[in-house]
T-cell receptor, first 110, second 114 residues
Framework: RKEVEQDPGPFNVPEGATVAFNCTYSNSASQSFFWYRQDCRKEPKLLMSVYSSGNEDGRFTAQLNRASQYISLLIRDSKLSDSATYLCVANAGNNRKLIWGLGTSLAVNP | EPEVTQTPSHQVTQMGQEVILRCVPISNHLYFYWYRQILGQKVEFLVSFYNNEISEKSEIFDDQFSVERPDGSNFTLKIRSTKLEDSAMYFC????????????FGDGTRLSIL
């Protein structure tokens, strides 16, 4: 089983749609989780951290289910500028390394 | 907003040559990292560095690789004898403390080995 596994994608959605990304992690000792966004040939940029209680930042909502070792990201009212690859990240449980998923590509179409 | 800076943005090198990639982490950050991303593949961890020593490294980070913090601001990645398969985007990142905190990335160096 991959350490961090994401929906393969790509997702193609119209503007205004709601889209959900899912991610599972294999290390039960992982304590910190993040969603990063990466535009083509650019560096990953932190989108949001994921907290146990779930957290929201504008149109973005992240959820964590520790029992199922599952993380999600919901984007509401998607914009053309949301088109990117979304990377799910978990720490390795030793506070020294982050494990990256392969990423899910999102294309928001006019 | 403070940012991680990397130089050069693009490096073209002959196979077998040494290359040094440079990074200036965010000034009050304590942990530094190097990652690489081969075109079309996922971000891969190479090494983390704290308190002037390597705290963790991946299996990719073999004897051909080394890191150094030669002064109070720069953090470098050296590849001693480059191979074709070293061609990738190399990202430097830093975080205020350990990897439970978000890491902030530089915009990368594209390394092309001929």
């Amino acid at each position: 089983r991959k350490e961090v596994e994401q929906d393969p994608g790509p997702f193609n959605v119209p503007e205004g749609a709601t889209v959900a990304f899912n991610c599972t992690y294999s290390n039960s000792a992982s304590q910190s989780f993040f969603w990063y966004r990466q535009d083509c040939r650019k560096e990953p940029k932190l989108l949001m951290s994921v907290y146990s209680s779930g957290n929201e930042d504008g149109r973005f909502t992240a959820q964590l289910n520790r029992a199922s070792q599952y993380i999600s990201l919901l984007i509401r009212d998607s914009k053309l500028s949301d088109s990117a690859t979304y990377l799910c990240v978990a720490n390795a449980g030793n506070n020294r390394k982050l494990i990256w998923g392969l990423g899910t590509s999102l294309a928001v179409n006019p | 907003e403070p940012e991680v800076t990397q130089t050069p943005s693009h490096q073209v090198t002959q196979m077998g040559q040494e290359v040094i990639l440079r990074c200036v982490p965010i000034s009050n950050h304590l942990y530094f990292y190097w990652y690489r991303q081969i075109l079309g593949q996922k971000v891969e961890f190479l090494v983390s560095f704290y308190n002037n020593e390597i705290s963790e490294k991946s299996e990719i980070f073999d004897d051909q690789f080394s890191v150094e913090r030669p002064d109070g601001s720069n953090f470098t990645l050296k590849i001693r004898s480059t191979k074709l398969e070293d061609s990738a985007m190399y990202f430097c990142a830093s975080s205020p403390a350990h990897a439970s905190q978000p890491q902030h990335f530089g915009d990368g160096t594209r390394l092309s080995i001929l």
